[in-house]
């Protein structure tokens, strides 16, 4: 398929076959994360894979104990991806490296307070644009390989958590899980382009 088919052939999948995803697929999905484009060519994205099972089981418990306090009507989505992960073959933690912020805390020290904290929070976002870039490069080589992928944020209300079974204390941005589909999925709608385009003269 071309990017345009495979872009809009995509959609969310949170139901997975009991198949394992080998290695060289999982490899090849990370494969395409690593070549997205980043700021100064930085790259601050890192990759944890987890596919066992137990692991991966411990993450799901760590989301389902945070539904029980976490309020504000997000028991349920929590509840949700809980499942997802528990059921995914493979899950992929993406973390942000904060090469890019580091740098900038370090080198470009500027004397007005108000102008340096701009500065650190627009190099935090960028290094957040290119990590996302990776993302989307990952689910559509997944998508392209036949794997079925959800990208998950609401784990980061648990990345404490999580962290302290991974033993990292790095800035968790998503967890991806993939899987070959068991489901039909659907693929959802779209705003119409008049809605959120303008061309200016
Ligand atoms: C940045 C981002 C965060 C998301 N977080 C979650 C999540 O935590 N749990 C979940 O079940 N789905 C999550 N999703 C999946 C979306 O809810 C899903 O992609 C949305 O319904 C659009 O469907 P589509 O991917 O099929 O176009 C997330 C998607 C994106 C892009």
């Not at 060519?41 to 991966?56: E, M, S, Y």
């Not at 080589?141 to 794997?147: C, D, K, M, N, R």
Request: hydrophobic content about 40%; aromatic content about 8%.
């Amino acid at each position: 398929m071309d990017i345009k088919g495979l872009i809009k052939s995509r959609y969310t999948i949170r139901k997975y076959k009991d198949v394992p995803v080998p290695e060289h697929v999982i490899n090849e999905i990370i494969e395409a994360g690593r070549w997205a484009s980043s700021v100064h060519g930085f790259q601050p994205w890192r990759f944890i894979v987890i596919t066992n099972d137990l692991l991966k089981m411990e993450i799901s418990d760590i989301l389902i104990g945070k539904s029980k306090t976490i309020g504000s009507g997000l028991e349920k989505l929590l509840l949700l991806t809980a499942k997802t992960i528990a059921n995914a073959p493979a899950i992929i933690l993406v973390y942000n490296q904060n090469v890019f912020k580091d740098v900038a805390y370090k080198f470009h020290k500027i004397s007005n307070e108000k102008v340096e904290k701009r500065y650190i929070n627009i190099a935090e976002l960028t290094e957040i644009e290119a990590i996302s870039g990776a993302i989307q490069n990952m689910i559509l080589s997944a998508h392209e390989l036949g794997v079925g992928s959800c990208w998950n944020t609401i784990p980061l209300f648990c990345d404490k958590e999580i962290n302290g079974v991974l033993k990292t204390d790095e800035q968790l941005i998503a967890v991806l899980s993939m899987g070959y589909p068991a489901e039909d999925g659907r693929r959802s709608k779209r705003k119409s382009a008049d809605k959120t385009v303008k061309y200016k003269d």
